[in-house]
């Protein structure tokens, strides 16, 4: 099978090289290798990583790169500067940000996306890659608004990853895949802050949680 990060040959989801990346240089390294247009299978890749954590500031330049490198896997103009920059500016936000700043980073992220592709500026002329950057941004925080319950990364990404899919082949020239049915998240059994059946994303056949052995026993 070819590895999720690298695509080359490996005998496991990621090869021995890859398994080792830390969360920023797997995400560059998913993002340059992609060829996918789906955005949320293109997260869920990640985020299966052995390395890569269950909530926290990792999310945020997760979705800000992915977003990038869909939009140029699906024809649009972004090389390889572009998904570094969306990277490494929504790396720039702090974990924890969603709860004491008033903004979900993840529908930030959705933001810089756009603002690094259209090459968003503060002048007049760039009024409507603002427009567009803000509109986003605003769709996602809305989205996010209408959880309840712990908070949860996972979902925040998977949240704004399908509207951002649709977003951007409704206004960025490109078509982005949707996802295939309904999303089920793949890490539930990982978070011990997990919402479970009353989060959208919980999947309909729950993972089985295996206690571990007893000491002393066998």
Do not use: W
Not at 25 to 47: F, K, Y
Not at 174 to 192: H, K, M, Q, Y
């Amino acid at each position: 099978m070819p590895c999720l990060a690298c695509t080359q040959p490996s005998a496991s989801s990621f090869c021995d090289s890859c398994a080792k990346l830390e969360y920023a240089d797997l995400i560059r390294t998913c993002c340059h290798r992609s060829t996918s247009t789906n955005p949320v299978e293109m997260a869920q890749a990640v985020m299966a990583h052995p390395r890569f954590p269950v909530a926290g500031q990792a999310h945020h330049p997760l979705v800000a790169g992915i977003l990038v490198a869909a939009y140029r896997n699906a024809g649009g103009d972004a090389e390889a500067a572009k998904i570094h920059e969306a990277i490494q500016r929504a790396d720039t936000i702090p974990g924890g940000f969603c709860a004491g700043f008033g903004a979900d980073a993840a529908a930030i992220a959705c933001g810089i996306a756009v603002s690094v592709i259209k090459g968003a500026t503060v002048k007049a002329e760039h009024a409507v890659a603002r427009s567009l950057a803000h509109a986003l941004t605003g769709q996602g925080l809305l989205l996010i608004a209408n959880n309840h319950g712990n908070r949860c990364c996972k979902r925040s990404v998977f949240t704004v990853l399908e509207a951002a899919a649709h977003f951007f082949t409704a206004t960025m020239g490109v078509t982005l895949a949707p996802p295939r049915g309904r999303i089920e998240c793949a890490f539930s059994d990982r978070n011990r802050l997990c919402n479970q059946a009353d989060c959208k994303f919980y999947p309909a056949v729950p993972p089985v949680k295996v206690d571990p052995p007893l000491a002393g026993l066998g």
